[in-house]
């Protein structure tokens, strides 16, 4: 069982940066590829940041040039740099994991943005 523990949320002016970290259990060297997600009330989960076993990431417009995903795999733990922002940012963040084809996610840590 793979276990997911999300930290560095809390609460940030517009403008301000933020950066959450999210130890795995175990290796994710190997992983298919790691993921932050968001879900804002009354809104589906998001996309906010993948970067694949490959080292390939991809971010949605919305995020693009402000958060950036990267990994450390001696400490096994995946991070979120968020740099500008935005009040619409405010929302629960979740890590994931895919390995071995299956989903694994964390409990969630909150973020949010004052204007």
């Known amino acids: 069982q793979v276990q997911l523990v999300e930290s560095g949320g809390g609460l940030v002016q517009a403008g301000g940066s933020l950066r959450l970290s999210c130890a795995v259990s175990?290796?994710?060297?190997?992983?298919?590829?790691l993921g932050w997600y968001r879900q804002a009330p009354g809104k589906q989960r998001e996309l906010v940041a993948r970067?694949?076993?490959?080292?390939?990431?991809n971010y949605p417009d919305s995020v693009k040039g402000r958060f950036t995903i990267s990994r450390d795999n001696a400490k096994n733990t995946v991070y979120l740099q968020m740099n500008s922002l935005k009040p619409e940012d405010t929302a629960v963040y979740y890590c994931?994991?895919?390995?071995?084809?299956?989903?694994?996610w964390g409990q969630g840590t909150q973020v949010t943005v004052s204007s």
């Open positions: 970067i694949t076993g490959g080292g390939r990431t």
């Open positions: 175990g290796s994710i060297s190997s992983a298919n590829a």
């Open positions: 994931n994991v895919l390995r071995e084809w299956r989903n694994y």
